[in-house]
């Protein structure tokens, strides 16, 4: 039997925090406060943003305008996720959009799962929701270990991944930017259903599948939507 290491770092499904009550006030200006993993610098996570700022424009609430967003970067890292939640809680924002909370918490622990897995040496490696700021170091891991990686997000196999498959980052951006507007129209929190994905992607690398020497059947590559060559 094949075995298959396990990484989980930080999970970064969007999770609402909403602070508000009552219907929306007219001519009020709202604050959110943004909590996310890192700043919107590649182009993949800038589009995500993107989508969700013209979320909320299509209901109404414009940047700049009847909404403010206040944005913190955690880079990874529990202790600053925590203060910068307790931070919006001082500021009083009307609502939290977060990325989760962290889980397996930084550096040190990536080092020691890593140390783990090489000790193990799996024919492969499922990396879980990990953050963003670790995935150079997994990817160089998973390389230097000869390791077909799998990741949940599309961005991994841009990077160098074997392949990818998960919710579509897009669209959970698109219906996050939905429920916040329901939040700021006056919905309460505890009446709105609990929402699962349902749009998915598959991204496969070629280019890393010929290094790995592996073959990728036709039955996965004709699913997938895209195929990096």
Known sequence: ????????????SIALAP??????QAGKVYRIGWLAI????SPPVQRQFEIFLQGLRDHGFVEGQS????????????????AFAAEFV??????????SSAAARGPADLD????????????A????????????????????????????????????????YGADPVDLQRRGAAQVARILNGAKPADLPVEQPTKFELVVNLK????????????VLVRADEIIQ
């Open 125 to 164: 490696l499922w990396v879980h929701l990990v953050a963003f700021p670790f995935r150079a170091r997994l990817l160089e891991f998973a390389a230097k270990n000869r390791l077909a990686t799998v990741a949940q997000t599309s961005s991994w196999p841009q990077y160098g991944a074997l392949m990818s």
């Open 67 to 82: 909404v403010i967003i206040e944005r913190r970067y955690s880079e990874g890292r529990e202790d600053r996720h925590t």
């Open 90 to 99: 001082q500021m009083k924002v009307d609502l939290i959009v977060a990325n």
């Open 19 to 24: 602070l508000v009550t009552g219907a929306q």
């Open 208 to 219: 890393t599948a010929k290094a790995l020497g592996s073959t990728i059947p036709q039955s």
């Open 112 to 123: 020691s799962a890593l140390k783990t897995i090489a000790s193990e040496r799996p024919d």
């Open 38 to 41: 890192t700043p919107p610098t």
């Open 1 to 12: 039997m094949r075995r298959i290491g396990l990484v989980i770092v930080l999970a970064v």
